[in-house]
């Protein structure tokens, strides 16, 4: 038979489109079907790339005698967290309320009113390590909703009414000041790994947001110790198995502590934040090391996930085919001393194996390694080192691919724009800013309709029924605000102000300040959902900060301007407290703290004067800092009102809280306004 899921986006939902069970997407038909029948709804949520998501599909939601068992007592709900991020928090946040730990696939039991009464995350086909079975939990959950079904509706009342009492009342806060991001430093500093970089033991996820307030906190009270940080925690990462080393990108995260073994996974979103990190390393440090892997993970995107339509696909799956049909993780990428034999004999294989820290034993599984750059001693021939990693990818390349979610997230293709734009700017790359170019293009086409709204995802041009949350409206409105900095173009600007107006009028609450995740219109679910904390992204309460920060910025609005600024009571919060997952809030915080600094570069585009200015302007390290270029008293980008030229030449105007340098046409004179 066929599910109703054959005619959804979502590539997630596609992949259970032949399973036997019936499933239904999210929709209020499948709840009005539950109440008719009088049946509990199972609710299970997943998303394409997640390994034991297709383990649990594989078990269970492809064998017959389940499926009969889930159609005969249940309503099926399946849902990709990607395309639903409000329903995927607020189910969350109950189980995680529940057992003290969460994750995926989530399983969910619920009342015809949506109400959870029962949760879990993966449940095997027979009981073991003391879990039951999944069958048993079915049977469990029948027996209670048959036999004491009082008992159930007045569990589910009480977990409802419990997240209810959790909503935040951060906005209205104080503004965080000096004392609370240095408190913040600290934090850092002793959840810090000194041996391997990073923060915390395993699994090891890449802190992209916390290492950019790193650099921010550096740039503006000249810390060494955050920039060390921030230095260290990248070269290992980029030293180690969590980076590809023959075509760049990143996996998800490590399982050890140590960035050797990689949960393989490639998200748009870690590499979109890990490329515009690097690149600001470079910018601060000028290592040869950032700049590679800048360059790299950037090439990677366009590569393997750009799109036909030119937006960025949201992953590559951790499995692939062994090449004896048999999907296994990290197949694609791990590879035996034999293997590296086979395709570069014995001479240069040895050479790989020292380079690439490649044992007899295997660091994966198997006597497979994953490659690593091992900070060993020794010189490299770099023309046969290069020889080498180009004959491995070639011989990679016919390998079976890992599978791609096609799916085009506005969030994520937000990130992705900014770090493209900027890559491409400081690296003299256009081929990359001309990518961010379409994807943004491609948002404004399909994602946005005639009143600005933002639409969540789409897929082969066709775009998604579901509404975009909180971080679409920040992440895409932050990639607009770059283009707007790289490319001189005040469209990207106004675009950005349109989806910014959303944020103040529909995510904001008027008295407190407070950010929701979800529009005051959107669909009611058990709770509006809301965190401000910044975990696998950006929360979109600490994008949205970043991005109105910037917006006032480039504009002088002071109602963005306010509402920045009371969004970041949360950092005032949980900065000092939890340093690790409010990484974003923070550098926002450094760059209201600093200003932010306005750039305003007037001149000839034909001038090589004026490149040179717009070129230091993007590169200065001043935190948040914004950046327009154009012809004197063009009406393009606000900054530029009123700016001449001084004796007819090209022109940088620097300005900082109400307060403006004198103008000067000196690079050098800018270098130094603009590092402190």
Not at 429 to 445: I, K
Not at 524 to 549: E, F, H, V, Y
Not at 650 to 656: E, F, G, S
């Amino acid at each position: 038979m066929s599910n109703r899921l054959a005619h959804e986006t979502s590539p997630y939902l596609l992949q259970h489109a032949d399973n036997p069970v019936d499933w239904w997407p999210w929709s209020a038909e499948a709840f009005e079907e539950a109440r008719r029948t009088g049946k509990p709804v199972l609710l299970s949520v997943g998303y394409s790339s997640c390994h034991w998501c297709h383990v649990m599909a594989h078990e269970s939601f492809e064998d017959e005698q389940t499926a009969d068992y889930l159609n005969t007592h249940f309503v099926n709900v399946k849902v990709d967290r990607e395309e639903r991020p409000d329903v995927d928090a607020v189910y969350m946040e109950a189980v995680q309320a529940a057992t003290g730990q969460g994750g995926w696939p989530m399983t969910v039991f619920l009342t015809p009113d949506a109400e959870p009464f029962y949760f879990g995350t993966y449940f095997p086909p027979e009981p073991r390590h003391g879990s039951p079975s999944f069958r048993q939990v079915l049977e469990g959950v029948r027996g209670a909703w048959t036999d004491r079904r009082d008992e159930v509706d007045e569990v589910a009342r009480k977990i409802v009414r419990d997240l209810a009492g959790r909503e935040i009342g951060f906005g209205d806060a104080q503004l965080p000041g000096e004392g609370d991001l240095a408190q913040a430093l600290l934090g850092l500093t002793r959840e810090y790994d000194a041996t391997h970089g990073g923060f915390g033991g395993a699994p090891k996820f890449p802190p992209s947001m916390a290492v950019e307030f790193l650099l921010r906190h550096h740039a503006r009270t000249g810390s060494e110790g955050a920039l060390q940080m921030a230095a260290d925690t990248c070269e290992h990462m980029a030293r180690g198995g969590i980076y590809d080393q023959l075509g760049g990108g990143f996996a998800r995260y490590s399982v050890d502590r140590e960035w050797v073994v990689p949960h393989f996974e490639k998200m748009l979103y870690d590499n979109a934040l890990l490329c515009r990190v690097y690149a600001h390393l470079w910018r601060t440090t000028g290592s040869d090391l950032a700049r590679r892997v800048a360059l790299e993970t950037a090439d990677f995107m366009v590569r393997e996930l750009r799109t036909n339509e030119g937006g960025f696909a949201s992953a590559l799956d951790a499995d692939s085919d062994d090449g004896t049909g048999q999907h296994v993780e990290g197949a694609y990428y791990a590879w035996t001393p034999q293997q590296l034999r086979d395709v570069l004999g014995d001479e240069d294989a040895r050479l790989a194996t020292d380079y690439f820290g490649v044992t007899e034993e295997g660091t994966f599984e198997e006597g497979a390694s994953v490659l690593q750059l091992p900070q060993s001693e020794g010189v490299f021939d770099a023309a046969r080192v290069e020889s080498v990693k180009a004959r491995l990818k070639e011989a990679r390349d016919g390998r079976p691919a890992p599978g791609r979610d096609d799916k085009v997230v506005a969030a994520w293709n937000g990130l992705a724009i900014a770090a493209l734009a900027e890559t491409g700017a400081y690296f003299e790359r256009p081929d990359l800013v001309d990518a961010a170019l379409a994807a943004a293009d491609l948002l404004v086409r399909l994602h946005l309709d005639e009143h600005a709204r933002l639409a969540r995802t789409s897929k082969d041009g066709r775009v998604g029924a579901h509404a975009g949350v909180l971080e679409d409206y920040a992440d895409v409105a932050e990639g607009f605000l770059a283009l707007a900095s790289v490319t001189g173009e005040g469209v990207w600007l106004e675009f950005a102000g349109f989806l910014l107006d959303h944020v103040l009028v529909q995510f904001t609450d008027e008295k407190s300040g407070a950010l929701y995740d979800t529009a005051a219109d959107a669909e009611k679910l058990i709770r509006r959902p809301q965190d401000p904390t910044d975990n696998a992204t950006p929360s979109g309460w600490s994008a949205a900060a970043g991005a109105l920060l910037s917006y006032a910025a480039q504009t002088g609005s002071e109602p963005h301007r306010t509402a920045a600024e009371r969004a970041l009571g949360v950092v005032k919060a949980l900065g000092p407290r939890a340093p690790r997952f409010i990484g974003w809030g923070l550098a926002t915080a450094e760059a209201q703290l600093d200003g932010p600094c306005e750039v305003a570069v007037v001149g000839p585009g034909d001038n090589p004067a004026t490149g040179e200015l717009h070129r230091a302007a993007l590169l200065a390290t001043a935190p948040g800092a914004v950046v327009a270029v154009g012809t004197a008293d063009s009406d393009e980008l606000p900054l530029l009102a009123h700016r001449s030229l001084v004796d007819n030449e090209p022109t940088a105007y620097v300005c900082r809280n109400f307060t403006c340098d004198a103008p000067t046409t000196d690079v050098d004179r800018l270098r130094a306004a603009l590092g402190r």
